[in-house]
């Protein structure tokens, strides 16, 4: 049984106090009795009961609130039992106060606070999908690939088994964490491990649910699959979709054009001092990744699927046009950016102690958002974007080489959270792309893929989901969906707290580029 009370201490004679209980998960619905004695043993009058046992039948969810005037200067003892069908269980006592005399007149604080809500079925499962976020950075993969630098300790012919053993490791590393594994030190020596509760939080997602009506997929004795949900991973693609926007791979691709002694399309000449010792690992990791580029994602592959899952189109000659496309998520913006709008007005609203904000809007959001997701949760869904992240640490860690940093340069001072980014900005500088930093992107990312795997995997739409639950969703990713705003517009300059725009990022990114062409 949870409880709360207000005042909590001191607590005076005389003094009206505010008592909550509230199942826990794993308390039994049914008639509970509730009951307050004085330290003599003398029942006192409880939610205008005027003695004796208060007794009430609690449900999921809603919590009971009582008022409790203490009259003297004692111990008093609050207690509760269970009351079921007959069956009277033993009291047990869930909270002693140790009620005060006034010395002088009690000075009571008068203050508005908001409501408490109640406890959300979906807690575990948000902590969960922070923990798989949080495990998937390049940092970590960094320090992960430490511990098997074996692996990069041999230099055969030609340098392809050290980008084969690069990409390995970032397979091992994804295909893991994606499912709230983490890598570290035990008794054993360094291996993988379960996430804490992953095993509670796992079942909270809708997807585990979806296959009980239908005939099972898989022939009988073969596993479901390497993934906890069959075959869904805790990843999402707009992970990968705004690094690409924040030319991660395009900077990678130009500095591989250069390896390959091939002048790029603009004609620039930018990296034309670029000359990368063969004695170096970086040599064996560009020549890896430029022989193994036919096994890897194509633009044209990983542009579709931004169109399939989210409707988000990029913009350039090797983007396929639209009219080559069969479907795309028109509603995608409406329904996500919405949502950011929604929550925004909420804040305020419960930042201001005089409004008792209502969260149904928020609801309305979460479930048009969740129908948007799961429309677009097929063919090549998980696979793309699993296959998309392990490529993108495969980038990453190129990038992060110390001999692309004595060659790029950059600017030193500038504070970055992995150490790829820097890259990034100096080839953006370099190639004359638009200045934004690759920080903002990289929030984009981060907390876009928090707030999207919230949302896809949450029973939004069941008919049990109420207010308070989309209430308890906006108070736990308020961080993210602030900095989402803030990043969104610090990079399109379009602000997603005052109006629900639905351009398209791409082109409001052309549209900033086009301005910055002008001005020099």
């Known amino acids: ?3 709360n009370r207000r005042p909590v201490a001191p607590v005076y004679a005389g003094q009206d106090v505010g008592i909550r209980f509230q199942l826990e998960s794993s308390d039994p619905l049914g008639d509970y009795d509730f009951q307050v004695l004085d330290e003599r043993g003398r029942s006192v009058p409880i939610g205008g009961n005027k003695g004796g046992v208060f007794s009430k039948t609690m449900s999921r969810g809603k919590a009971l609130d009582l008022k409790v005037q203490l009259p003297e200067a004692m111990e008093y003892r609050i207690r509760f039992r269970p009351n079921m069908r007959g069956i009277v269980g033993n009291w047990t006592i869930i909270d002693r106060i140790d009620v005060q005399a006034p010395e002088s007149a009690p000075v009571v604080k008068v203050a508005l606070e908001p409501n408490a809500s109640p406890n959300s079925g979906h807690s575990q499962l948000w902590e969960f999908i922070s923990g798989v976020s949080g495990n998937l950075t390049y940092t970590n993969f960094a320090a992960f690939a430490k511990t098997r630098k074996k ?5 055969p012919p030609f340098g392809g088994m050290t980008y084969q053993n690069l990409h390995a490791l970032s397979v091992e590393f994804v295909s893991k964490g994606a499912l709230g594994n983490k890598f570290g030190s035990g008794k054993k020596g360094t291996s993988w491990g379960p996430a804490p509760h992953s095993s509670q939080a796992i079942p909270l997602s809708y997807v585990s649910d979806q296959d009980k009506d239908l005939a099972s997929p898989f022939p009988s004795g073969i596993p479901n699959g390497p993934y906890p949900l069959d075959l869904v991973p805790f990843v999402e693609l707009i992970y990968v979709y705004w690094l690409e926007e924040g030319m991660l791979f ?13 002048r790029t399309p603009a004609g620039g000449d930018a990296l034309s001092r670029l000359a990368v010792s063969p004695l170096l690992p970086l040599r064996g990791l560009l020549w890896g990744l430029a022989e193994a ?3 890897r994602l194509s633009l044209r592959r990983r542009a579709a699927e931004y169109e399939y899952q989210y409707g988000l189109q990029l913009i350039g000659r090797a983007i396929p046009p639209s009219e080559t496309l069969v479907e795309r998520r ?7 950016h919405g949502l950011l709008n929604a929550c925004h007005r909420y804040y305020k609203e419960f ?9 149904f809007p928020l609801l309305s959001n979460l479930q048009e958002l969740h129908l948007v997701l799961a429309a677009g949760a097929n063919n090549q869904f998980a696979d793309v974007s699993l296959t998309a992240r392990i490529e993108t640490l495969d980038v990453q860690w190129m990038l992060a080489q110390p001999e692309m940093r004595e060659f790029l340069g950059g600017r030193t001072m500038v504070p970055y959270q992995e150490e790829w980014m820097g890259r990034v900005d100096t080839m953006k500088l370099m190639q004359e792309w638009a200045d934004t930093s690759v920080t903002h992107f990289y929030d984009l990312a981060v907390h876009g893929e928090q707030l999207l795997l919230s949302v896809r995997h949450g029973r939004w739409n ?3 989901m109420a207010s308070d639950d989309a209430k308890n969703w906006a108070l736990k990713w308020k961080p993210s969906v602030q900095r989402y705003i803030h990043a969104y517009r610090a990079v399109t300059g379009a602000d997603l707290s005052e109006r629900v725009d639905t351009t ?3 082109a409001l990114l052309q549209r900033r580029l086009a301005r910055k062409l002008v001005r020099y």
């Open 151 to 155: 692996s990069f300790n041999a230099f």
């Open 462 to 464: 069941e008919s049990g």
């Open 330 to 336: 028109t509603q995608f913006l409406d329904a996500f």
């Open 1 to 3: 049984m949870d409880f």
């Open 250 to 262: 395009q900077s990678l691709n130009r500095i591989i054009a250069r390896f390959q002694n091939r």
């Open 504 to 506: 398209m990022p791409s």
């Open 351 to 359: 930042s201001d102690k005089t409004v008792d904000a209502d969260a």
């Open 293 to 295: 580029e036919k096994d």
